[in-house]
């Protein structure tokens, strides 16, 4: 069981690596000092299993999970993060800008309209450091 652990937690903590690179890391690191073990079931469920799974790509889902992010409407640090890690699996701006127009329909105005203001400040900051998203 221990080395079923281990597994979840490894490919957990590669695919994080992957779809949020430094983002995601100060998340687990952050969560350290409060609540050690909430990071680790972080890392092993939402990314060692659900992540992991084959049947979407990472690009849809993370649409999936900018959509959802956004239509809470209470998530704008975790919708930020997933913002930069949907241009980091190959969204562009305008599928990320089109998720939040139709979360109007479903969502609410309120709810996109934070989504967008979340998304051009995501855009600022990446137009800001092109070097430190350079592929």
């Not at 979840?8 to 969560?31: F, P, S």
């Not at 993060?81 to 241009?87: F, K, M, T, Y």
Request: glycine fraction near 6%.
């Amino acid at each position: 069981m221990e080395r079923l652990a281990e597994d979840r937690y490894t490919r957990g903590w590669n695919k994080l690596k992957e779809i949020d690179g430094a983002a995601g890391e100060r998340v687990i690191a952050a969560l350290e000092p409060i609540a050690p073990d909430f990071g680790r079931l972080l890392i092993e469920f939402a990314f060692g299993d659900v992540y992991s799974r084959p049947q979407l790509d990472l690009k849809a889902r993370e649409i999936a999970t900018i959509a959802a992010l956004a239509a809470l409407g209470n998530a704008q640090p975790q919708l930020k993060v997933h913002i930069e890690a949907a241009l980091n699996v190959g969204c562009t701006r305008d599928e990320i800008v089109e998720v939040f127009m139709q979360m109007a329909v479903y969502a609410g105005f309120p709810a996109a309209l934070n989504a967008l203001f979340a998304a051009h400040e995501v855009f600022r900051q990446r137009d800001a450091q092109p070097d430190a998203h350079a592929a």
